[in-house]
Nanobody
Framework: QVQLVESGGGLVQSGGSLRLSCAASGFNFGYFRMTWYRQATGEEQRELVATISPVGSNTDYADSVKGRFTISRDNAGKTGYLQMNALKPDDTAVYYC???????WGQGTQVTVSS
């Protein structure tokens, strides 16, 4: 079955850290660029947070998370990651991993940062 499954979300205090995982199955994960998006409650659109090239050599980040978040991937393990440090209440959202060229989304994982 072709799918992405996120995990690792939760409740954390401001300044804390979380590591999100995105487990891929049913396709050649290592062939595709991967992204992380987030959507806060009440927002109509998802915000692009980070992107990584198929072999992990190129990454890019939204200005709002640059220097705090790190995207990475393990192609052999078919898993992508988002390490989130120095979290702020504004980071509260549902986080989704996404394979753009396959229009494939995970179900999302909730991240809540308390002040």
């Amino acid at each position: 079955q072709v799918q992405l499954v996120e995990s690792g979300g939760g409740l954390v205090q401001s300044g804390g850290s979380l590591r999100l995982s995105c487990a891929a199955s049913g396709f050649n994960f290592g062939y595709f660029r991967m992204t992380w998006y987030r959507q806060a409650t009440g927002e109509e659109q998802r915000e692009l947070v980070a992107t990584i090239s198929p072999v992990g050599s190129n990454t890019d980040y939204a200005d709002s998370v640059k220097g705090r978040f790190t995207i990475s991937r393990d192609n052999a393990g078919k898993t992508g990651y988002l390490q989130m440090n120095a979290l702020k209440p504004d980071d509260t959202a549902v986080y989704y991993c996404h394979i753009p060229s396959r229009n494939l989304w995970g179900q999302g994982t909730q991240v809540t940062v308390s002040s």
